[in-house]
């Protein structure tokens, strides 16, 4: 069973969308306002989307790029682009899999089942984050480093864990804030200086004061 989102305008395949895969066990749910499709994305906690191209507003291929720089939330488009120019942008643009309608709903089921799968085990596989020897563990929001360990709040666990997977890279503090804001963690200027003050400070206690390097005027980064 997984909580599937389905971002389809056309009323009656939205309906029949959801009708076969609620057949199936899963969980469904509708977006019915496409003014901001990437945030109703980000904060509908889904497993995976089947995402249209052709949207009001905003095409598919659009919010797929967007979510892309904060998410990586499995996508399926579902389409009646049928060109392999059409299969290429969608995969492109960050889509896992990519099916063409009229579609048949056994194999539409099987596409969703096999990147499910796919996607799943890779979750298992990345529930640590590491950089220069500290390791943070992303389900208990412990940081550790040569044998000790210190617990981080919610927002230093999200900070942490945005600063770690872009690493190598300056990300400004209003990447940040975007990104801790379409995580449902809602934080301003302030609180943001606050934050990483504290983080700062547990990184401290554990032998590691360099660890995010302040580039003034720019952002933070982790070398």
Request: charged letters at 25%; glycine letters at 6%; proline letters at 3%.
């Amino acid at each position: 069973m997984a909580k599937i989102l389905i971002v389809e305008d056309d009323e009656t395949i939205a309906q029949e969308l959801s009708l076969l895969l609620s057949n199936a066990n899963h969980i469904t749910e509708r977006i019915s306002d496409f003014s901001d499709v990437t945030k109703q994305i980000l904060s509908s906690a889904a497993d995976l989307v089947l995402l249209d191209v052709s949207l009001p507003g905003e095409s598919g291929l659009t919010v797929c790029s967007r979510l892309r720089r904060s998410s990586n939330v499995p996508v399926i488009f579902v389409t009646a682009a049928a060109t392999s120019m059409d299969e290429l942008n969608c995969i492109l643009q960050g889509g896992d899999d990519y099916i063409t309608k009229p579609y048949e709903p056994p194999v539409l089921l099987a596409r969703i089942g096999a990147v499910l799968k796919r996607t799943m085990q890779a979750d298992t596989d990345s529930k640590r984050l590491t950089a220069h020897g500290l390791t943070l563990d992303l389900a208990s929001a412990v940081i550790s480093y040569e044998g000790r360990q210190a617990e981080l709040t919610k927002n230093e666990w999200k900070i942490l864990s945005c600063l770690i997977r872009h690493q190598g890279e300056i990300v400004s503090r209003a990447q940040l804030i975007d990104y801790l804001w379409d995580n449902q963690v809602f934080i301003d200027d302030n609180a943001l200086s606050v934050n990483m003050t504290r983080l700062r400070g547990r990184l401290s206690e554990l032998g590691m004061e360099n660890f995010i390097i302040t580039k003034r005027g720019m952002g933070y980064l982790i070398p």
